[in-house]
């Protein structure tokens, strides 16, 4: 599943580049994550994500690696868990780029997911709508906390 | 295989709310399992109670009475499909109920069960939407009615709260030289796409109300009120004539995705024909 999202911030460049990096408060904007830690500054991170359909829920401890960084303008990332109650995997590969528009910084990102295991019986349609809620509340939620404290 | 869980046996309404809010997440209602239990085998959903409400008497009752149809909760599709009085008064609703699932299913699967579950892919829901049905809620202290339209809120989820108990489902009986038919389409054990048709006649030979759900095609059955407006009011010749148009409002408005039953624009365009032949259909029998 890919998804691609776009999301116009009234901050500077800078500032939402430092704001990526500060994983408590980046990780508080993804839903259902929680429990960030820094692996290795830069490089590697660990955070708790869970997520609810219907009655199907799912927790999956990820470790998220940093694969590539342009300095205030583009960072590769892999993500991938297990949650091995319900016996599934998920692997994410996101492309966040940032690109300065006079005031505004606009936020791009680019997700590959994989969801593989007893968690894909749910069916591609229903995780695919849930992924993309997830992704939209996402960038609302940075937009959220970088305006407002702007 | 299935994890050992406790098996609470309440005898009232009051005592299922009280219990479902005690245990909070860590429970859940059972009635006849047949989704339940498969997903808890697959390991998909864990629970340490299970809160079979099938030892609370008094709801697997049909009764008619004040215009309005009675069905329990708990009736299962075998009971529906062979009730004396939806044989009578809804034989639509005996013929989708006769072709839910297979036989295994029918005997010990419930309505309440059906709908609370909300799979995406199940046959009641979109019918009761088309005809305008209620669905009561009752907790320890309260009980509400809710429009079959806004039960479902999306893919296994609907309105209920946390603690409240589907009791019963309430059908306004149809009314005379009425129109309704549902319509499915599929290829695997579930329905692909549903989409039903209720509506009611003026004096004349033009339409009233119509109501128009579909279901299965996304993640939760819902009311099409656009490819309603299109047919509302217009003579039986003026209706067919749009037929194709409110099709394709309906298909569009389903909000379909792409699944293991096809694309979403495979589901689109299966909506505007099952649309037509239900529509028909209901002419046909009104």
Not at chain 1, 30 to 53: D, F, I, N, S, W
Not at chain 2, 71 to 85: R, W
Request: proline share 4%.
């Amino acid at each position: 599943m890919r998804f691609e999202k776009e999301v116009d911030i009234r901050a500077p460049k800078e500032k939402v580049w430092n704001f990526i990096w500060d994983v408590d408060r980046f990780i508080a904007c993804v839903p259902g994550c929680k429990e960030a830690k820094t692996l290795e500054a830069g490089k590697r991170y660990a955070a708790l994500m869970t997520e609810k359909v219907g009655p199907f829920r799912v927790e999956f401890p990820i470790t998220i690696e940093v694969l590539e960084r342009d300095e205030m303008s583009r960072i590769k990332a892999q993500a991938s868990g297990a949650d091995n109650k319900i016996g599934s995997r998920m692997k994410i590969d996101l492309d966040v780029s940032l690109r300065e528009e006079g005031d505004k910084t606009k936020l791009s990102f680019v997700a590959g997911v994989d969801i593989l295991g007893k968690l894909a019986a749910l069916g591609h349609g229903i995780i695919k709508r849930k992924a993309d809620q997830v992704l939209d509340d996402f960038a609302q939620a940075v937009k959220r906390q970088l305006e407002g404290d702007a | 295989m299935l994890r050992r869980f406790r098996l609470e046996e309440p005898a009232s309404v009051r005592e299922v709310s009280e219990l479902l809010g005690r245990f909070g997440e860590s429970a859940k209602l059972y009635a006849g399992g047949t989704e339940l239990l498969l997903a808890m085998k697959e390991g998909l959903v864990q629970y340490e109670r299970l809160i079979n409400v099938k030892t609370v008497q008094g709801l697997n009752e049909i009764q008619s009475s004040d215009g309005i149809i009675r069905i329990g909760a708990l009736c299962t599709h075998h009971q529906l499909e062979n009730s004396p009085v939806l044989r009578q008064s809804l034989p639509v609703f005996v013929k989708l109920e006769e072709n839910v699932a297979n036989v295994r299913v029918r005997q010990v699967g419930t309505i309440g069960g059906n709908l609370c579950f909300a799979e995406p892919h199940a046959d009641p829901g979109t019918l009761l939407i088309a005809l305008g049905a209620k669905l009561v809620a009752e907790k320890t202290d309260s009980r509400r009615e809710i429009p079959a339209e806004a039960f479902f809120v999306g893919a296994y989820e609907t309105c209920l709260e946390p603690d409240e108990v589907l009791t019963e489902i309430q059908v306004p009986l149809p009314a005379t030289r009425s129109g309704i038919a549902y319509l499915k389409f599929g290829y695997l054990e579930r329905p692909s796409v549903g989409v039903a048709v209720a509506f009611s006649r003026n004096g004349g030979d033009s339409i009233g109300d119509i109501k128009i759900a579909v279901g299965c095609a996304g993640p939760a059955p819902k009311r099409v009120v656009e490819a309603e407006e299109a047919l509302k009011g217009k003579t039986m010749e003026e209706a067919t004539q749009r037929l194709a148009q409110a099709g394709q409002v309906a298909g569009r408005a389903a909000d379909a995705i792409s699944d293991l039953h096809g694309s979403q624009e495979y589901k689109e365009h299966i909506v505007g024909v099952l649309l037509k032949r239900a529509f028909q259909k209901a002419v046909s029998q009104g």
